[in-house]
């Protein structure tokens, strides 16, 4: 997994690339971590240049998803693509996240 973190103002975009996956868990967990040091108040997951994402990491978002809402923060997803896509569909995960096109 690869991952760029941009902020502005209150809003962080988390971009992701290349393949998420449980390996990629304890990586994804301090990056998270970091966004509520940076007291935001929106994060975005953008999933346009991930390649893959296998279960154990699609549980992660979810976890991630269910800290944001405890803490206030809204969490979207942004343009999945190919195989991710086709995994959010499966796994209905438009019902746990808004998801920009």
Not at 80 to 91: C, L, N, R, S
Request: charged share 25%.
């Amino acid at each position: 997994m690869r991952y760029e973190i941009s902020t502005q103002g209150t809003e962080a975009v988390l971009a992701l690339s290349e393949r998420f996956t449980a390996i990629d868990a304890p990586e994804f967990r301090g990056v998270i971590h970091r966004f509520g040091e940076m007291a935001v108040r929106t994060v975005i997951i953008d999933l346009e240049h991930l390649e893959f994402i296998d279960s154990a990491a699609m549980g992660l978002l979810v976890l991630v998803r269910d800290s944001a809402v405890s803490h206030a923060i809204t969490m979207r997803v942004r343009a999945p693509q190919g195989q991710v896509k086709k995994a959010f569909a499966i796994f209905n995960f438009s019902k746990l996240f808004d998801v920009d096109p």
